[in-house]
């Protein structure tokens, strides 16, 4: 079975500061990774996926996020944070062509 | 495209009462997901299924069934609401061979 750990439930950072939002994962095969992004009173929208190839991924609104298979880590990443990308943020794993599980999600509030 | 959409937005219950909501997509995905959202709980897999005509059990399954009559549709029911289904519930859907998932905007459920 996977699991999926976001190790911090609140990160509250000022604007135009760099952010890190931490995903660890546990899987006994081999999975897809993904991060989404629920603004308030909506639905998910996918921000970036590792599927293969090179092991740091680009977004949409100037996301990234680096693949670290020895750490089982998908860690998301922007150098620099607007008020607009205060959201939920979750991290999900999905092994090759199966259902995905997803984190318990991190709360951004980004401070003027 | 209206892409995934859900119907109701917003319903209350009674205990004991029992409602269906409604996913419809018009993407033609074959793969269609109902999911439910607790606090600090992220998304929790209900059923799926993976075509016309079939359905299976997923993580949280107790007290919910679903059909899937036509392609584009997926229906949620719950036969006798009580308070511990009160939560956000997500429908999402994706193509068999590719591994992305679209979500719907969600519906509110609150069971008194």
């Known amino acids: 079975a996977q699991s999926v750990t976001q190790l911090d439930s609140q990160v509250p950072v000022f604007e135009e500061a760099p952010v890190e939002l931490r995903c660890n994962y546990s899987s006994s095969v081999s999975v897809y990774l993904f991060w989404y992004v629920q603004y308030p009173n909506q639905g998910l929208q996918l921000l970036l996926k590792?599927?293969?190839?090179?092991?740091l991924v680009k977004g949409i609104n100037g996301f990234e996020a680096e693949f670290n298979k020895s750490q089982t880590s998908f860690h998301l990443r922007k150098p620099s944070v607007h008020i607009s990308d205060t959201a939920e943020y979750f991290c999900a794993v999905s092994p090759y062509g199966q259902n995905f599980v997803f984190g318990p999600g991190t709360r951004l509030s980004v401070l003027p | 495209n209206a892409g995934v959409t859900q119907t109701p937005k917003f319903r209350v219950l009674k205990t004991g009462q029992s409602m269906t909501l409604l996913c419809a997509q018009d993407?033609?995905?074959?793969?269609m997901y109902w999911y439910r959202q607790d606090p600090g709980m992220g998304l929790r897999l209900i059923h799926y299924s993976v075509g016309e005509g079939t359905t299976a059990k997923g993580e949280v399954p107790d007290g919910y069934n679903v059909s899937r009559l036509k392609k584009q549709n997926f229906l949620l029911g719950l036969e006798s609401a009580a308070p511990s289904q009160t939560s956000v519930y997500f429908c999402?859907?994706?193509?068999?061979?590719?591994?992305?998932?679209?979500f719907g905007p969600g519906t509110r459920l609150t069971v008194t």
């Open positions: 993407m033609n995905h074959e793969y």
């Open positions: 590792y599927l293969s190839g090179s092991t």
């Open positions: 999402a859907s994706r193509y068999a061979r590719v591994n992305e998932q679209y």
